[in-house]
Nanobody, 128 residues
Framework: VQLVESGGGSVQGGGSLTLSCAAS?????????IAWFRQALGKEREGVSC?????????HYSNSVKGRFTISMDSAKNTATLQMNSLRPEDTAVYYC????????????????????WGQGTQVIVTS
């Protein structure tokens, strides 16, 4: 599976950005999950949001983005989109999408160990 992220950039605080993660090379029919992680300079990688192709699957948001970010999945295009609104300087980071076969059950903290494939990352900079 290959993942290609797009949509990063620089925006002023309070603004919006949309990130997309397109998956290719999927050779199975099972449900799968795509998540977004981010890593700010000098900080640990943080799980931001996760969604699956299952209609009944959970959608996960970290507390730091809940109410501001929205994740969606276009199963026909194998693409997950992260709409980021009300951006803050502390949202500045490299954002990575990650993929795993199956449905990730929502947990208190999204673990990067759950995911098998990763994108190359896209930079998001939010200025004050």
């Amino acid at each position: 599976v290959q993942l290609v992220e797009s949509g990063g950039g620089s925006v002023q605080g309070g603004g919006s950005l949309t990130l997309s993660c397109a998956a290719s090379g999927i050779t199975f029919q099972d449900d799968y999950s795509i998540a977004w992680f981010r890593q700010a300079l000098g900080k640990e990688r943080e799980g931001v949001s996760c969604i699956s192709t299952s209609a009944d699957g959970p959608v996960h948001y970290s507390n730091s983005v809940k109410g501001r970010f929205t994740i969606s999945m276009d199963s026909a295009k194998n693409t997950a989109t992260l709409q980021m609104n009300s951006l803050r300087p502390e949202d500045t980071a490299v954002y990575y999408c990650a993929f795993v076969r199956g449905v990730v059950v929502e947990t208190a903290r999204l673990s990067d160990a759950l995911f098998d494939y990763w994108g190359q990352g896209t930079q998001v900079i939010v200025t004050s």
